[in-house]
């Protein structure tokens, strides 16, 4: 059970940190509507945030260290994809020093 509620904490922290990540723009024509889900997402981040806070003040380094792991396992994620997309819309050198 211990080793379960390690696992739990690590995926719920890095649900969190996933989570911090939201789209500028959601798809809709409706800014209400994409007001709603924006607010339903930070309703849903912060309600895990405050479950991985509780667990980490049980004041046990296993949980601690996991939740550490987990938002940093988030992080490392959120980032991975943001430079894998910024590195695909970016032009390439080669096409560049082509134009010119």
Do not use: D
């Amino acid at each position: 059970m211990y080793i379960l509620a390690l696992f739990c904490v690590f995926l719920l922290a890095a649900a969190v940190e996933i989570c911090s990540v939201s789209p500028a723009k959601i798809g809709t024509g409706n800014p209400i509507v994409g007001a709603l889900i924006q607010t339903c997402v930070y309703a849903v981040r912060v309600g895990i945030a405050y479950m991985v806070m509780l667990a980490v003040m049980s004041f046990n380094l296993g949980i601690f260290f996991a939740a550490v792991a987990g938002h940093a396992t988030g992080f490392f994620l959120v980032k991975v994809r943001a430079l894998a997309n910024q590195n695909e819309t970016a032009p390439k050198l080669g096409n560049a020093i082509q134009i010119i």
